[in-house]
Nanobody
Framework: QVQLVESGGGVVEAGGSLTLSCAFS????????MGWFRQAPGLEREFVAG???????YYGNFVNDRFTIDRDNAKNTVTLQMNNLKVEVTAVYYC???????????????????WGQGTQVTVST
């Protein structure tokens, strides 16, 4: 059984930075593709960034080089470094794990097998 626990959310002023972390517990982290999604109230879950088991990276269209996803296979963690934050990125951020092959840029939330409980990111003016 896989469990994911996100951390690192909080309140930050516009233009600031946050680093989210997702701790993976279970077997074979190295074989999972990992992703970050966000969900604002009343909206669908939206792809933010993904990293395949072999470290190929993908980003959502709104990211514009401000975010970096990375994984540490020795520590079973995946991180999302977010810089120059804007008010519109305020949402709950979820970490997901997808087994099997990557592909599709890891963008389809319904292809993920496991989810964390989410961490709130609030960007204030």
């Amino acid at each position: 059984q896989v469990q994911l626990v996100e951390s690192g959310g909080g309140v930050v002023e516009a233009g600031g930075s946050l680093t989210l972390s997702c701790a993976f517990s279970g077997v074979d982290f190295n074989s999972y593709n990992m992703g970050w999604f966000r969900q604002a109230p009343g909206l669908e879950r939206e792809f933010v960034a993904g990293i395949e088991w072999h470290s190929q990276r993908y980003y959502g269209n709104f990211v514009n080089d401000r975010f970096t996803i990375d994984r540490d296979n020795a520590k079973n963690t995946v991180t999302l470094q977010m810089n120059n934050l804007k008010v519109e990125v305020t949402a709950v951020y979820y970490c997901g794990a997808k087994g099997g092959p990557g592909g599709g840029g890891l963008r389809a939330s319904d292809e993920y097998d496991y989810w964390g409980q989410g961490t709130q990111v609030t960007v204030s003016t």
